[in-house]
């Protein structure tokens, strides 16, 4: 197979990357090790510094030096329009010009929150926020409040945000991961106090019987169980068949609440996020990312009861940006458009396509991997036995440095890609449009796909 002559010369690092180089020295003069957040130091594989990028427009980014990239990593799905979305461009522009924080009520956030408890029914009462990090923190004190219990249980591997709530065995190395079925609470990162860590204990994700036990031996100290539905910082994993159900049947016996970190998940999987998709419901939900479509909005909802704590400000939550207008104006444009019928279905349709390629191709060459999530967000893993994933420690015999090969080809290509592998690929609105250029996104990526498993192959 050779790339179509037209892309072949658009798409890639065909200008080198000199000019990222150059603004990477620069960063490094004037930013905490050149980046505004830790993972970023590392986003790049082969390269030394990161990619700068300069430009979005629907399904492709560009950077500082000119490069052109189709872009499966949307901002970790944030961009779920794709870059400069014409109905949310227009949103914001004119919220711009209307005012964009008053500090006050406004009627944009009433509005929004109507529109996500009209799409998630276990949304009954809402409460704003700016970050994932920061919604979580409101769901914990929310769950923590209405039980009046502290203990949080969370699974190995499952990313919650880097505040120090829930920064816990994020990714643990093995050696420090401790037994599987009462895995140890390892700080991720110094300077989290041992207070916090104690108070959340540490789940194998798939295993019922480890949970069960330390269910069996902490109930009374535990205000919640949370949960990534699918774990996207973990390349993926699917909850198996009844395990959802059986977390929430176990919840629902021992007076424990069910939170879904729904960042990723939500309306992304399906209108409904995960609850939908899954068919099983949380008690709270937490949302980021495609909320806001690239702007800086995040949520955390759910039952009447659970919620009224803060509703009756018993539970107290805050924040000057909280339900801003210009970025519930956005969030707006973002619900209504994938409220419409059919666009998370093109979205899945395109996703599915890639899904397939990487499938079929790794079998053509006989590289075994499995593929796991769904057309929205996927990850492709290369196992020795081509199995999926069960649960964290998986990940960790899981073959990275293919991973780093395939990544890199396809980076060179002009498919752009989260560079670890634990992550996922995320496709927008805008590659699933089917009109003749995303047709072409398609058929470039399927190309490229199979030209790096080739090379995965012979590596
Ligand atoms: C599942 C999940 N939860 C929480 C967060 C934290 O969100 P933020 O980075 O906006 O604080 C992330 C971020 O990637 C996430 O993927």
New binding site residues.
């Given amino acids: 197979m050779t790339l179509p002559a037209k892309v072949k010369t658009q798409l890639g690092l065909h200008h080198g990357t000199n000019a990222s180089r150059q603004w990477f020295a620069r960063a490094s003069a004037v930013l905490a090790g050149g980046v505004s957040s830790s993972a970023r130091s590392s986003t790049t594989g082969d390269l030394p510094y990161p990619l700068y990028m300069t430009r979005g427009a629907g399904s492709h980014i560009w950077d500082a030096d000119g490069n052109e990239f189709i872009d499966y990593l949307l901002s ?1 799905g944030s961009v779920i329009l794709g870059h400069q979305d014409p109905d949310l461009t227009e949103a914001a522009s004119a919220q711009l010009n209307t005012g964009t924080m008053f500090g006050t009520c406004n009627t944009l956030e009433v509005e929004l929150a109507e529109q996500i408890s009209h799409m998630v029914p276990v949304a009954e009462l809402v409460r704003f926020s700016n ?4 919604a ?1 923190c409101g769901a914990i004190r929310a769950a923590r409040g209405y039980t009046g219990r502290t203990r949080i249980l969370k699974f190995e591997g499952h ?4 505040v120090d709530v829930l920064a816990i065995s994020n990714r643990p190395g093995e050696k420090d991961a401790g037994p599987l079925d009462h895995p140890l609470s390892q700080p991720h990162s110094r300077g989290i106090p041992q207070g916090i860590v104690d108070d959340v204990l540490i789940a194998p994700w798939n295993h019922r019987g480890h949970v069960r036990q330390i269910l069996d031996e902490n109930e009374s100290e535990l205000a919640a169980i949370i949960v ?1 539905p699918i774990v ?2 973990n390349a993926c994993i699917m909850p198996e068949a009844g395990f959802l159900d059986f977390l929430r049947e176990e919840c629902t016996r021992r007076g424990i609440l069910l939170i879904y ?1 729904e ?2 998940t939500g309306f992304r999987l399906a209108r409904g996020g995960a609850a939908e998709y899954f068919g099983v419901r949380p008690d709270l939900i937490v949302w ?2 495609a909320i806001g479509g690239g702007f800086p909005v ?1 949520a955390f909802a759910g039952r009447r009861d659970v919620m009224t704590p803060i509703a009756s400000n018993t539970v107290k939550h805050g924040g000057t940006y909280n339900g801003n207008p210009f970025c519930a104006a956005a969030a707006l444009a973002v619900l209504r458009k994938i409220n419409e019928p059919g666009v998370l279905e093109s979205i899945h349709h395109h996703g599915d396509g890639i899904i397939d390629a990487i499938r079929q191709s790794a079998r053509h060459c006989g590289v075994p991997c499995c593929i796991q999530g769904m057309g929205g967000m996927f990850q492709v893993v290369f196992t020795a036995d081509g199995q999926p994933l069960r649960h964290y420690r998986d990940l960790l015999k899981a073959d990275a440095r293919r991973y780093g090969i395939f990544r890199q080809a396809l980076l060179e290509r002009g498919v752009h890609i989260n560079s670890s592998g634990s992550a996922c690929w995320f496709v927008s609105a805008a590659h699933g449009a089917n009109d003749a250029s995303t047709r072409d996104d398609l058929n470039y990526a399927c190309t490229a796909i199979g030209e790096a498993m080739r090379l995965c192959a012979s590596a």
């Fill in positions: 970790y970050s994932g990090s920061e979580i990313y919650h945000g880097w990534e996207a910082n970190d960042i990723v980021s990312k995040s």
